[in-house]
């Protein structure tokens, strides 16, 4: 058996530890009023699991576990869908143009605009009680500044293309 990837090992350890403490959640929720990976309160939480990363990817994994708390208990119980899928489903079901230009605007967002603008599209998916593959977004966002642009084109492909059948 494959050992888990560190994105999943990650938001596991962040869901035992909101589990055995209740402060957790409001810890890393607060951390997102200060640069990512500044908030001391959040070091014992996530520090150990950024050990031998470079500042950007540092920065990254604070700023997902922040945004995680701020939206952990929206979609519990539901099936997890990936970040494009999900802004796809709020799209469809608002029938908004704005939802569409919102989307293309954080494709553009270069990895320091991309904090802003995804916090702002996570708060619109949770408020549809949608949960998401937390591990597959972290990787997206650790992704984001390759300059192919993978992440970008994956991204688009779910949300403009074909809806792919479940399985």
């Excluded at 888990?4 to 810890?27: A, I, M, N, Y």
């Excluded at 799209?91 to 603008?117: N, V």
């Amino acid at each position: 058996m494959d050992a888990p990837k560190f994105s999943e090992s990650f938001f596991d350890h962040l869901q035992r530890c909101s589990k055995s403490d209740s402060s957790v959640v409001g810890t890393l929720r607060r951390s997102l009023m200060f640069d990512p990976g500044t908030d001391s309160r959040a070091f014992p939480l996530v520090e150990r699991l950024t050990s031998g990363r470079n500042h950007r990817d540092r920065s990254t994994i604070y700023f997902a576990a922040g945004l995680w708390a701020q939206v952990v208990r929206q979609g519990q119980g539901k099936p997890p869908m990936l970040f494009p899928d999900a802004m796809r489903r709020v799209r469809d079901k608002q029938k908004s143009d704005s939802i569409e230009k919102r989307f293309a605007t954080l494709l553009d967002a270069d990895p320091d605009e991309l904090r802003w603008r995804l916090r702002s599209a996570l708060t619109l998916v949770a408020s549809q009680g949608t949960a998401l593959a937390w591990p597959d977004l972290l990787d997206d966002m650790l992704k984001w500044h390759y300059s192919d642009r993978r992440v970008q084109t994956q991204w688009a492909r779910h949300f403009w293309g074909e809806p792919e059948a479940s399985t």
